[in-house]
């Protein structure tokens, strides 16, 4: 994520699962803003996280865990020919099941520097050669592929039974993560697809994963289903970033930006007939904060709980936060102080509100600025999210507007944690979602 900044305004300048036991979920449909009345409630498996090492573990919960940038690169598990390292790997698979966490992606990506095809290319974001194709990989897609093949084969039958949710490379519409041609990274897409599933026919192949709300990354996912990619992929994953350029000090992402994101994407899908894939989005968050200052703690908690209510409405079965430790990307956790950030109760709080309960009006926002997701549950639930985006927060404030609601609801919840009983059938709305309850489950 670092350089995604750079590479994006640079570009687009140039440009002017039934239940947890089967998290695959159902088939998508051709509208990227589908009814879901009356579908099967919010599973745990929307809930996934990033984070970059095993010690301490996250104080959260959460139900899917991607590696990356943790230490199982291709390059870090396989440092010379028929040589292989697991040990940070299992540590990482035995840390996931001890917590309960299930739900491994392990993205398998960057070329180790005996393999590459250009071992001295210092473009590449983690070493020398390592965004390139390997070296018996032809431009063209011909050639052996027998240290990809090896590798795919290794780290599988290593795994297996233990990770079933593997990743295709990442980002590689970014240079600095992949350097190859379309047809190099389609025969390795081939090839992995073909091992996972001999090895264990239950795994799931996952896509590379690229955004698809600016320009360049449609261009990609163009190139790439052109040239047959999508055939094997039983997922189609995503990152779902959606702050377009330009990045300005006061210009602070918007969740619901993802609607349009998800949008492009589902276009060029049905292009290809692919929209019967389901959609993960493997890592996104409210991304750095260097550039448009979205540092208000309030309004980051905000941002993750609209996220997650938007990624339901959208029929995104799986979705990976990034990142629980990071620098300033997403970040939930305070290492200084040991302690969650507001986002970081946030995610648990998001959680209790949604999971177990169904979606029934998507994310709309009828009244301008008001937006609204609809929810019913078990024993007659009824519930509302609900929020104003034209109010904000800060230095530890966030202003209201008293906004009166359905009689049906009797109470609401606040991130919180807090539950408030309704009295004049008005609550305060503000930039934080609160949920309206019809009781209290």
């Not at 991607?66 to 299992?90: C, F, H, I, K």
Request: hydrophobic residues 35%.
């Amino acid at each position: 994520m670092k350089k995604r900044f750079f590479t994006a305004l640079i570009i687009a300048a140039l440009l002017v699962l039934t239940p947890a036991a089967t998290p695959l979920g159902v088939a998508q449909t051709d509208s990227s803003q589908r009814s879901t009345k009356h579908q099967r409630p919010v599973e745990p498996w929307l809930f996934g996280m990033s984070t970059h090492w095993f010690e301490p573990w996250p104080m959260l919960n959460f139900a899917g865990l991607r590696l990356w940038g943790t230490g199982t690169l291709w390059a870090e598990m396989n440092p010379s020919q028929g040589v292989y390292d697991w040990t940070t790997l299992d540590k990482w698979i035995a840390a996931s099941q001890n917590s309960g966490s299930h739900g491994i992606i392990l993205t398998l990506a960057m070329t180790p520097t005996w393999a590459s095809s250009n071992p001295t290319d210092q473009q590449c974001h983690y070493g020398p050669g390592e965004c390139d194709a390997p070296n018996d990989v032809n431009p063209d897609g011909t050639g052996t592929d027998q240290h990809w093949k090896d590798f795919v084969t290794a780290v599988a039958t290593h795994a297996n039974g233990q990770i079933r949710f593997w990743e295709l490379w990442n980002e590689p519409v970014n240079y600095y993560y992949w350097n190859g041609t379309f047809p190099q990274m389609v025969r390795m897409a081939k090839d992995a697809y073909t091992i996972v599933h001999r090895i264990n026919p239950n795994s799931l192949m996952l896509s590379p994963p690229n955004g698809a709300n600016l320009p360049y990354g449609q261009h990609w996912w163009e190139k790439y289903a052109a040239q047959g990619g999508l055939q094997y992929a039983d997922v189609i994953a995503f990152h779902g970033y959606s702050f377009p350029p330009p990045y300005t000090c006061g210009v602070y992402p918007q969740a619901s930006a993802i609607i349009g994101h998800v949008a492009n994407l589902r276009t060029i899908l049905a292009q290809y007939n692919a929209l019967d894939k389901p959609l993960w989005d493997t890592e996104a968050s409210w991304g750095g904060v260097t550039h448009d200052c979205f540092t208000d703690q309030d309004l980051q908690a905000a941002f993750l709980v609209e996220f997650y209510m938007f990624h339901r409405s959208l029929d995104i079965r799986h979705f990976y936060w990034f990142a629980y430790d990071d620098g300033d990307d997403g970040k939930l956790w305070d290492q200084g102080s040991g302690k969650l950030r507001k986002a970081g109760a946030a995610f648990n709080e998001v959680q209790k509100w949604m999971i177990g309960n169904a979606m029934t009006e998507n994310c709309s926002s009828g009244d301008k600025t008001i937006w609204t997701c609809g929810f019913k549950g078990p024993k007659g639930y009824v519930a509302q999210a609900i929020w104003d985006t034209a109010e904000t927060c800060k230095n530890g404030s966030c202003q209201t507007i008293q906004y009166p609601v359905d009689p049906k609801y009797t109470a609401y919840r606040t991130l919180d944690g807090d539950t408030i009983s309704i009295t004049n059938g008005k609550v305060p709305i503000g930039a934080k979602p609160i949920m309206l309850e019809n009781f209290i489950p």
